[in-house]
């Protein structure tokens, strides 16, 4: 059976606004481009514009062959989520496109894969082809592209790396070894623009996408993580700095590091720079300059934006104390749901006021608990903001142990507990929730709220277990690392979560305006 390859891709400059769509399909064998598509549909959001094209790519490869199978891969998160069935499609433009791209092959005979959209250029050019012409009152010309030759002359193809979750380390030392790969010379000096293609298009080319309303929204309204910018932006710095190839691996070196990329990435700039960066004099410069901007962006009051794209910052904020906190009980979601104590109240009241003066605060999410929804709204009544409920943030559910100590539990339950400190997969005695439930429960809500605040920075009001799994998830960092934390009460700690799969962890249990 024959196989394709269908490479798609849309933007709109303004979204809406004047929008045009590309694709490709290939063979999966050789890699031979076998059909291009483009055209210039008006104006439109880039959501739209991204289906358009999937909708061409897979109409040109049923027309090439009926019977074969087809690979899609696509640079929009938001499509390829939805058309794997993972993401719930609401919005009504986007319903009957996602309909009419599940009827053009057999269920099964289609698969799809998010990839970075430094690997989807050929697509992302003919889309920009497509939109150049409708500003001309044209139509797209096959006759005329040259899409092809310039992907082909800037040397963009790359051999696939991981494509993990936010957070996920291999797959950000993957797209850091992509950075430093693209500072080569580029055919197209457009491409530095961080949301445009090959056309001298505006940055808003691929704007900010349609984005839910509220926490409550499905990721499908349109909260797509559609552009690889940490890649393009290194690129750009890059070329600004005016110096040789071995400058733009420097500088793709310290701007990754610079946005506060996370282990995974640190990982690749180690082993895919260093001696590049030490072979030109040059480059010193640019990376002191570097250094000195990442420098200043940690000293700078609230959480400065970095230069991966407007990421989803989360700001991570544990309940204030209870009266089982000083004790040290477990006191997760199966047990009596305490209140705040009067020192909870008190340390609420300070986290509020401290997040008023940097105001970076533009939502409020709680878990449902008594703890944190009292905590929540002592912060919106300060901020002036209203407080949504996620059930997903909710802590750990500690079974028979709750309203217990540490040492009650060694007393009475001394097996379960050995076996709970020795497998994140071990449940607390009594059928309690395991630390991988709610490692899987978390990673699920990150990713809704993620979709659902894209560029935005949203305070999570939780608990100790959810804290700590949202930074060992963005750190990559093995299960036992749970125990390795601190977190008191009414501490703040920050992740921010990057369209192209990076995460960066900010903060990590800040106390400092509770003393």
């Known amino acids: 059976m024959r196989e394709f390859i269908v490479e798609a891709d849309g933007g709109s400059r303004g979204n809406p606004g004047p929008a045009g769509y590309g694709a490709v399909v290939s063979d999966a064998a050789t890699g031979e481009t076998l059909r291009e598509a483009a055209e210039y549909i008006g104006v439109a959001t880039n959501n739209v514009a991204e289906y358009r094209g999937l909708l061409a ?3 040109a490869a049923h027309e090439l062959d009926p019977a074969a199978t087809v690979h899609v891969r696509m640079d929009s998160k938001l499509v390829i989520e939805q058309m794997s069935g993972r993401w719930k499609i609401k919005h009504p433009d986007m319903k009957p496109l996602a309909a009419d791209a599940a009827r053009i092959f057999p269920p099964g005979r289609v698969t799809y894969e998010w990839i970075p959209r430094e690997r989807n250029k050929h697509a992302d050019r003919l889309a920009n082809e497509a939109m150049d012409a409708g500003a001309r009152g044209e139509q797209w010309s096959a006759s005329t592209s040259t899409a092809e030759l310039d992907t082909a002359a800037a040397g963009v193809a790359a051999p696939p790396g991981p494509t993990g979750p936010p957070g996920d380390a291999a797959a950000g030392a993957a797209r850091a070894r992509e950075a430093l790969a693209a500072g080569r010379p580029s055919a197209t000096p457009t491409g530095s623009e961080p949301e445009a293609g090959p056309s001298p298009a505006p940055p808003s080319a691929r704007g900010a996408t349609e984005r839910p309303s509220g926490v409550g929204a499905s990721a499908d309204d349109g909260a797509s993580a559609d552009a690889d910018a940490g890649a393009v932006k290194a690129d750009a710095d ?5 110096a040789g190839a071995g400058v733009r691996a420097a500088a793709a070196d310290a701007d990754v590091r610079g946005a506060g990329a996370d282990v995974g990435v640190r990982a690749a700039l180690a082993d895919g720079g260093a001696r590049e960066v030490k072979a030109d004099a040059g480059l010193r410069e640019v990376k002191a300059d570097a250094d000195a901007r990442a420098a200043k962006a940690v000293a700078t009051p609230g959480w400065a934006p970095a230069d991966m794209g407007a990421p989803a910052t989360f700001v991570l904020l544990r309940h204030g104390e209870t009266p089982l906190t000083p004790q040290k009980r477990f006191s997760g979601s199966g047990g009596t749901d305490p209140s705040l104590s009067d020192a909870g109240r008190e340390q609420a009241e300070r986290a509020a006021a401290l997040l008023a003066r940097r105001g970076t605060i533009q939502a409020i999410v709680s878990s449902p608990l008594a703890r944190t929804r009292e905590t929540a709204g002592i912060v919106a009544a300060r901020l002036g903001l209203e407080v949504s409920v996620d059930d997903g943030l909710r802590e750990t559910d500690f079974g028979a142990w709750e309203g217990l100590t540490f040492a009650e539990v ?15 997969d071990a449940e607390p005695t009594g059928g309690g929730e395991s630390f991988a439930a709610t490692a899987t429960r ?11 605040y894209t560029g935005r920075t949203v305070l999570l009001v939780t608990h100790v277990t959810p804290i700590k799994t949202f930074v060992r998830l963005a ?4 299960p036992e690392s749970l125990f390795r934390m601190e977190l008191s009460a009414a501490s703040l700690s920050v992740v921010a979560y990057y369209a192209d799969g990076n995460a960066s962890v900010r903060l990590l249990n800040d106390t400092s305006h509770l003393r």
């Open 57 to 59: 790519g897979l109409r």
């Open 238 to 242: 890059a070329r600004a700095a005016g």
């Open 410 to 424: 060694r007393e009475r339950h001394p097996d379960d507990l050995n076996a709970w400190l020795a497998s994140p």
């Open 442 to 452: 978390i990673a699920a809500t990150r990713d809704k709220l993620i979709a659902a």
């Open 475 to 478: 750190l990559g960092a093995p």
